[in-house]
Structure formats: structure tokens, C-alpha cells
């Protein structure tokens, strides 16, 4: 099983990749709204851990999806710490009556 970040570009490959087939690498271009160089280097990350396979043709590169067994996985410990942290200032700041925005009340 392969462990993919939820939010990450990989997850949202793997994503355009399991409800369309087949994709060319210009389709998932202009659906992620990525630079093709990133969309290239991340590709090849994914084909070294066996998740999809580049089928180079002489006027088109296809994407093709060799796996589904992908375990979408959330945010990394230090993010979760970072957010707990931002919450609890928001929440000193409601009860100390600093923030009167409707989102707070």
C-alpha cells in the first residue's frame, strides 16, 4: 500500500487518474493548472514508487495508472501542532473580547 498526503499534487493526480482514463499529460495539465515541470518531476515520483507508468508516444505522452491500493493519509504532526496553536490564540482572543468578528461569536 502506498501512503499519498491528502493534499498534496500527488493525491490530486491520483484522483484525476482514477476517474478518467485515459489522460494525456496536457489534459492533466490544464486540469490541475500546474507548470509541466513540476507535473513532469512529480510524475516521476510516482512512477519510481510504482503508481503510474508514462507511455511516451511521438506527438502525445500518455498517464496510465498501475495501482489502487493508495492510503490518502492528513496533515503531518508539526502541521496539526501549528493549527492547534493559531485555534487556541483565536479562542483567548473571543473570550478576552478582542475579536467581535460573527465567525468568533
Do not use: C, W
Request: zero cysteines.
Amino acid at each position: 500500500m502506498i501512503e499519498i498526503k491528502k493534499d498534496s499534487l500527488e493525491a490530486r493526480i491520483l484522483n484525476f487518474l482514477q476517474e478518467k482514463y485515459p489522460v494525456t499529460l496536457q489534459e492533466l495539465k490544464g486540469e490541475l493548472n500546474v507548470r509541466e515541470s513540476v507535473l513532469l518531476e512529480v510524475l516521476k515520483k510516482l512512477r519510481v514508487k510504482g503508481a503510474v507508468e508514462l507511455e511516451i508516444l511521438p506527438d502525445t505522452v500518455f498517464v496510465r495508472l498501475l495501482r489502487h491500493d493508495f492510503n490518502f493519509v492528513g496533515m503531518n504532526p508539526a502541521q496539526k501542532k501549528s493549527l492547534k496553536k493559531r485555534v487556541r490564540r483565536f479562542k483567548q482572543a473571543r473570550d478576552e473580547g478582542g475579536v467581535d468578528d460573527v465567525m468568533y461569536i
